[in-house]
């Protein structure tokens, strides 16, 4: 932005500005009425003055002092309900912009309508009340309303003032010398008034109230309690408007006042042209802080959807899934060995020989031969039973830890995919199954070691040679058959056919059972490297089916992210864009605002007047 543009000239570039920028409906609807109300101030060249204060200030009464006469009702109670605009015209008449009600015609009828509509229910009613006055108030082309006191809030009443204070290009405050220091005024300074102390001038009312002596001082501390409120050089027009009303009984008064009134009207026309600049460029000024916020918003948003591109993964599938196949896999493993470790219990061993001693010490195991076949059934059913439940747990874990992977996957996945369409510009949800489902993991068996056990058993307890004479060599051949180990088995065959033959059941028992405890041990330990073996192909398996859900999200979707990702690129490209202009567009209404509020303040920087007017009376 170079030079100093026209008021015209910055309107079209924020109306431009407005039409590109993110705003709710409702930061629309306001701008594009700050819009339609800055063309609007453009085209319209009067002065509109308004006249605030609190009930009872003597606000009507200063214009019935303008109009010369008592025309707009006035009392000592809440008296005014809503505004009136008094603008010059041909003939005097009152006209309600509703239309509701308009009269015309000699003083009587004009005060009767206006009493009825400014001070009646009706007040509630009207809308742009207007009085056409046959001679110029405070000059050619000024408007003046007349507004409710606003330190009333009942009925809108402080709402109405307000709205007044926000037309208005110059505000005449009138402050009641009794009451100058009010908490009233203060607020309104502070509040509705806050950024247009530059337009506003005080009227120093009822200044005949005050003893003749102290009205220097009156004067002085308002203008000082101003000053203390933000006003840094205060216009105060003391005077006594009633006097006017009261020609009669005291000419002279009549005389004061219209030196105020002149000064007045030559405030107006001096402050015509920057009063009504000054109004344009709060506008603008307003205008042009929404189109910095809304750029700095946008900015914002589209820094933060640069953001969310980093954060993705997705758009790098394999990596994406390598990465999820690594927890899947170590998940797994975890799961296994936990299953695995139940697999060396002590209590199991234990319970073991237990067992096998119960079933040795049964009365009807007399022979070596029966103490060999429960020996083998008390094994092949508790190492069966044992192996299978630390295989089945395995896989059951390993399956329950690949299903909420699998889930956690397809969630993730989703939403990442999400993301990613929202970033490319599609709004799509992919469809994606979750993943496994009930599939089962396989449990691996033992090797034949079920079968084995059973044909040993039953050729144990069948053998006639067993059961009548030694049968090392048998029982070693049964043990190997048993157990697939040199060691094991013929440990267990030898111990068998050991024991034929040898005298005393009892005692027989007790060494049967003593040798059998190592031979158990090491039938443990077989099968408990059989279970391991089994469960490491278990494990080769569970990491085949992560590998495979790896694989099918790939043949699925690597496609379509790919396209996701280019068109995402292709975006963000546009967004790098968008961004740089968002913040070119803040800076440069930041710059024209300051611009505007420089040439505001310079305009307001004028030499303190404040109005002699009834004080020097
Ligand atoms: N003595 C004296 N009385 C005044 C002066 N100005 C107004 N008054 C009286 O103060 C009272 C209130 O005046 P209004 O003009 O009705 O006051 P207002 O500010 O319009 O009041 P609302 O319409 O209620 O907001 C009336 O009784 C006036 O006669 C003044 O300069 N001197
Ligand atoms: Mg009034």
Redesign the pocket.
Known sequence: MTGVLTCAEHLEWIAAALERADLTAVQRATATARVARARERMADAELHVAVL??????????LNAFLKQRLLP???????RTTLTIRYGPTAQVTDGAAVSAASGGHGALKGTLDRLLTGDAADEVRDLTLSWPSALLGEGVTIT?T??FSVDDAGHRARAVAAAERADLVLV?VPAVAAMSSALADFLAGPLHDHHDRCAFVL?????VDEAERADVLDATVRRLRELGIADPMVFP?????VLRTVADPDAGQTFSQVEADLVMLTNERRQSAIAATLSGLLAELLQAVEQAALRRGERLAEAEREIARLVVPDLRAFLENWSQEAISAGRRAINVALEAASRPRFAADLETRLRTAVNRDSVTTGAKMAKVAVETMRTRLRAEAERILSTAGADANAVLRTSATDLADEFADQFRRLARLAGDERVPEIPAAIGATRVPVPDLDGADDTLTAVGSRLSSSAALRTSGGAAIGAAAGSVLFPFPLVGTALGALVGGMLGAPGVTAMRTRFVAEASPVLADARSAVAALVRAAVDRLFVDYTGRVDGVCRRYLRDWSGEIEDLAAREAAARAVLAEEIACAAATAKDARERREQINRLRAAMSRRPVRIGAGETAS
């Open positions: 204060g609190e009930t009872s200030s003597g606000k009507s009464t200063l006035s009392s000592a109670r809440v008296t005014t007349d409710p006191g009138v009312t009822k200044i005949d109230l005077c006594v408007p009633e006097s």
